[in-house]
Each structure stands twice: as C-alpha cells, then as structure tokens.
C-alpha cells in the first residue's frame, strides 16, 4: 500500500507494520520515538533478530557512493532518523517523520524498557577501558538489566568467527555495537542471523558518552539540532565528515522532486 511517496512497511518480527519515507534509497521509519520503543518491544519479544539503524545523512551520502552500502541500508529491518538533517529533508519534501530519534536516547529507552522484563544486553566496540566503565555506567543506571557480556570493537576478520561465538553463548537480548560507521553496520547485517540477538543496533560513539569520556551535547544544543556541531568542537578531527552534512543538503534542495524515488531493491 503507498500513499503519496510514503509506504507501510511490516516485518516477521512484529505484529503493526510501520510508515516510511525514502530518502535517496533509504528507507526511513515516520514513528515516533515511543511507537519505535512499543515496535521494538514487541520485535524483542518475539525474538525475531532485527537490524535496527540509527542513520543520518552521512550515512545515506555514503550509500549514494557505495552500492554495498546502500544494499546493507536497504536490507536493514529499521532505520530510525537520527540525524536532524535526515527530519529535516523530510519535512522539505513534504513527507515529514514524527520527530528524530536518536540512537543514544533509543538505547536508554529500551534498557528501562528491559528492566521491568528481564532482558540482558551485551556491549561490544571502542576501547576495553571504555567498554567496560560504560557496562559498569550503565549498570548502575539501569539495575534491572543484565549486562550479558562486554568486549572491545578492534578486532578483524579474522576474529568474527569467535566474536559471535561469545555473543550468540551470551544469548542476549540485545546487542549494541559501537565501532566505526563504515564497520558497525556492515558487521551486523552480515552476522544478524548467526548471532542469534533479537535486537542489533550500532550506536556510534555513545558508550564514550556513557563512559564519561565525551560529553553529550547540552539541551540547548539539542534543541536546535546543533548535537552535531557540539560533538565537532569535541572532535574537531570529524570536520571532514561534517564538510557532508551541506552537501546533502543542497543535495536535497537541487533533487527534490527525486528525493523521494524509490529504488528498486536487490
């Protein structure tokens, strides 16, 4: 079913099916972040393994220039609007999502969520310093939740085979992966079905965030959709990646009545 550009996507895993919005390819969920909680509960519940993306323009810049990419993207289960540039193409094209969801508060939602259920979640990327000072924050912050096993993000190929081994031997219910973008994905579409999670969900830099290591950006920040540029003063050194954010948008204002096509899927 389609009305206007917008469609109703389902999946196995869950009973509603949900609206989207292509963006250039990808395919953007419109809920809210509370619909997305109660989605991804029920996904977590049934555990049907899930690909969740919080994307943003980088990301689907990303997909524009690599077909893999963008195969991975468009084979993902959902993929929530994190990125203020992502609503904000929406809105421009006349196809609005509900507001942005961002994968930092989306992961604290469904830790409190897990409490009252007995879920476990399982840490994996950054450093194992960080790593485990995050387990050990989060933890603290969420009692109810077991924290089913931790481990560093530096490792290669060659170590995939015993990495899911533990993972899918901690059998939790959620798995949160926090390496570098053009990895985490990629990583988890590859090995969704061999680990055995219900819910698998990269979440970029925020167990730096939990660990203490970085700050997150103030409301005020947040508010006006500059959680971007708060996280460059930090990292001055991701000025390269941001030098995207205005190509996408004038990407967006020069293609707009083609910024919505879909295409077709592998």
Known sequence: METNVSTVRSSAAAAEPFSTVPIFGVE????????????????IERRQPTQVI?????????????????????QADLIVPDGAGVVWAAGYVGEPVAERVPGFDL????????????WSAYLLGTTQEVIEEAARNLQAKFPGIRIAGVRDGFFGASEDEEVVAAIRAAAPD????????????PWLARYK???????????????????????????????????WFYR??????????????????????????????RTPKP
């Open 107 to 118: 992961m604290h939602r469904l830790l409190r969520e897990g409490e009252s259920r007995g």
């Open 28 to 43: 953007f969920s419109k809920m809210g972040m509370n619909e997305t909680v109660r989605y991804l509960t029920d996904v």
């Open 193 to 227: 079905h061999e680990l055995g999670v219900p819910l698998l969900m990269g979440v970029g830099g925020s167990f730096d965030i939990i660990a203490g290591k970085l700050k997150r950006a103030p409301v005020v920040f947040q508010k006006l959709r500059l959680e």
């Open 232 to 261: 460059l003063l930090q990292q001055p050194s991701r000025y390269k990646r941001m030098l995207v954010l205005p190509k996408f948008a004038v990407k967006v204002m020069r293609e707009k009545e083609n910024v919505t096509k």
């Open 54 to 74: 919080t994307a943003n323009p980088i990301m689907v810049m990303s997909a524009l220039e690599n077909p893999a990419y963008m195969n991975m993207m468009q």
């Open 174 to 185: 959620m798995l949160f992966v926090a390496r570098s973008a053009d990895k985490q994905e």
